[in-house]
């Protein structure tokens, strides 16, 4: 039996980040990933690309 478990990705994500954030920016994030049907690091990683285009 393999020690790893979970499905394979092709995009594997190893790094932790813990972060501290206002209310007002937890409601934000929280009613996008409502919207858009994400979840809070897809949400988080889409915000940095759009950092990264400008």
């Not at 889409?46 to 950092?51: D, M, Q, V, Y």
Request: with cysteine; net charge positive; hydrophobic share 20%.
């Amino acid at each position: 039996m393999s020690p790893r478990t979970g499905r394979p990705t092709d995009n594997p994500r190893p790094n932790k980040l813990s972060i501290r954030i206002s209310d007002e920016d937890k409601k934000a994030l929280e009613e996008y990933c409502e919207e858009n049907n994400v979840n809070r690091t897809e949400a988080i990683s889409r915000g940095i690309k759009k950092l990264i285009e400008k």
